[in-house]
């Protein structure tokens, strides 16, 4: 497997460069296609590497404006070769993290007039790569159905394993006249007042802003008209992340201009208008008391919640593995990923719909009825199977020791 693949690769290498030894600078590229692999390769003088577009198969590359002043080593040659491959499978497979990619794999190299490689990394301005994702066994149109209340956050969980995710959500409220505000935060509960990201949605526009985010106050936010654009949210680092949501069935002013406070009705009300509610008895310590989540369809509200995770990565030769640093994520358009990356290697990407974030809510409510639904007896069952395990494991270590006590006698003895 790994040896193959580096002789592959090594052996298509020299391909490349025999064919391109037959070549004049800026002639026609050559492209050719053997199975799930396409080839690309062409020489260039130096003026035409400026956002250069290279296509193979259904991959492509483009290069940074101002290639001469970014590319190190490109300057010490009279023209660059270019070869490109694309492959419709992964052929880098032996470590973990090729989960990570969901899409076509490609490869651009550069190389001098005497065919030795040039490094590109650390440029100010990211490479281009457009590959296709693959299709997934999950509908990009399934969607799942939770419903909120007014006084309370929603909870729901969103298992992020690597860094630089970044987390698409598609949310919209069943009811047109309906706005959610939408809070998220890494590990822990989101409140709000405590969060790392917010978003006000209706049902055809959605105004999104982060705390945190370019020094940007709470008050600036950025809207988008278009009702079918996902939230894209960076998860930097892998974990929990927790959505809450809340509708409010007013009209709301998605601006978050300040209003005038009165006591007339159809505006904000001053505090000293609104009338409080005794808070509810609270209840004993020794009593366990569980919220169940019924739906009032006089007050609940109906939305719908899908969650992709996209990420960007590239085969790294020196730790071997797929990684992400140095790449982003730029867009995820009709089945093909497009990322930016500060570097050249080989390149691939992955969009994975979740069908189902975790809802606290109904996992309680699944707890509790344990005894009703027969899931316990399940439960029952494994553990029982778990205790015969570390039943005999026991034995057979009492019998390992019994028998290295007779094999030191015995050696003893002789």
């Known amino acids: 497997g790994k040896l193959l693949v580096k002789i592959s690769m090594k052996t298509l290498e020299k391909v490349a460069d025999s064919v391109l030894a037959l070549t004049v600078p800026d002639e026609r590229t050559i492209s050719f296609t053997a199975g799930q692999l396409s080839m690309t390769v062409g020489r260039y003088s130096l003026h035409r590497l400026s956002g250069l577009k290279i296509k193979a198969g259904k991959g492509r590359f483009i290069l940074p404006s101002k290639s001469q002043l970014l590319f190190s080593g490109v300057n010490k040659t009279s023209f660059v070769n270019v070869?490109?491959?694309?492959?419709?499978?992964?052929?880098y497979t032996w470590d973990a993290t090729k989960e990570r990619v969901g899409s076509d794999v490609v490869t651009l190299l550069l190389k001098n007039n005497d065919s030795e490689l040039i490094k590109v990394s650390n440029l100010t301005e990211g490479i281009v790569i457009v590959t296709p994702l693959k299709l997934q066994k999950i509908s990009a149109s399934e969607k799942s159905w939770y419903f909120t209340k007014n006084d309370d956050l929603r909870f729901h969980e969103i298992n992020v394993k690597y860094e630089n995710t970044l987390l698409m959500l598609e949310i919209k409220p069943q009811d047109p006249t309906v706005h959610l505000f939408v809070y998220m935060r890494f590990s822990q509960r989101p409140t709000t007042q405590n969060y790392d990201f917010n978003a006000t949605i209706s049902y055809d526009k959605k105004?999104?802003?982060?705390?945190s985010a370019h020094n940007k106050s709470e008050e600036q936010t950025v809207c988008s008209l278009n009702p079918h654009a996902p939230i894209q949210v960076l998860a930097k680092r892998?974990?929990?992340?927790?959505?809450?949501?809340k509708n409010y069935n007013a009209t709301v002013n998605l601006s978050h201009k300040r209003e005038k406070r009165s006591c007339l009705g159809g505006k904000r009300r001053k505090r000293s208008c609104v009338g409080v509610k005794d808070p509810p008895p609270t209840p004993p310590q020794t009593e366990k008391v569980s919220v169940i989540p019924v739906y009032d369809s006089k007050t609940d509200q109906n939305f719908t919640l899908k969650v992709a995770l996209v990420s960007c990565v590239y085969w790294s030769e020196k730790f071997d593995?797929?990684?992400s640093s140095g790449c982003r994520v730029l867009a995820e358009l009709n089945g093909f990923l497009n990322c930016s990356c500060s570097h050249l290697t080989s390149f691939g990407g992955s969009l994975l719909v979740e069908p189902t974030p975790i809802d606290f809510d109904k996992v309680l409510v699944e707890f509790q009825q344990l005894s009703e639904t027969g899931n316990i007896a399940v439960i029952v069952a494994i553990a029982v199977v778990l205790i015969c395990y570390m039943t005999v494991l026991v034995v057979v270590r009492k019998f390992d020791k019994e028998d290295a006590k007779n094999v030191s006698v015995e050696l003893n003895f002789a």
């Open 83 to 91: 070869q490109m491959l694309s492959f419709s499978f992964n052929p």
């Open 207 to 211: 105004c999104v802003w982060m705390i």
């Open 238 to 245: 892998p974990g929990k992340y927790l959505l809450g949501l």
């Open 321 to 323: 593995k797929w990684i």
